[in-house]
């Protein structure tokens, strides 16, 4: 197991590497490059890493992305997050009586996910409060999860036995 798997292992809380990092074995230089980008924009940041999950969980049901959707799901569940909460967002919803914040992030990726060339979708988030580099973070987040989808889902990555 090479430097970046072992990160993989520690950091992201699975222990294990999922399939979306292991199919890049091969070409350790993406191998690297994907799990640096997830690291940095994900699990590091202003937003909670549980809020970018979800965030990860709607855009990826929105666009159709079985892998993405599961793998989030997942690491939601080992984070603790409730059943119901899980639940409306495997249905890809945006439930009720989230905080205006959360709320405005989950939909702005469930907009966001099929036509993300609209700026308009960023004013709700300033709405409910995010600061400028929230709002970054958030695009940030979005773009990941598109080329995390792209990757799975062109390569028929198969979802992790979890």
Known sequence: MGETEREIVEE?????????????????????ALWKAFRHVV??????????????VVASRRAGSEYAARVHLHALMVQGVEAPLLEALERGEVPEGLPPKVAALLRFAHGAALDPGRPELLRPLREAGLSEAEVKEAVATLALFRMVNAWTDLLAIPVDEV
């Open 43 to 56: 699990l590091k940041g202003l937003l909670p890493r549980t809020v970018k999950e979800m965030m990860g």
């Open 12 to 32: 992201l809380g699975f222990g294990m590497v999922p399939n979306a990092f292991a199919w890049a074995r091969e070409v350790p230089e993406v191998q690297t």
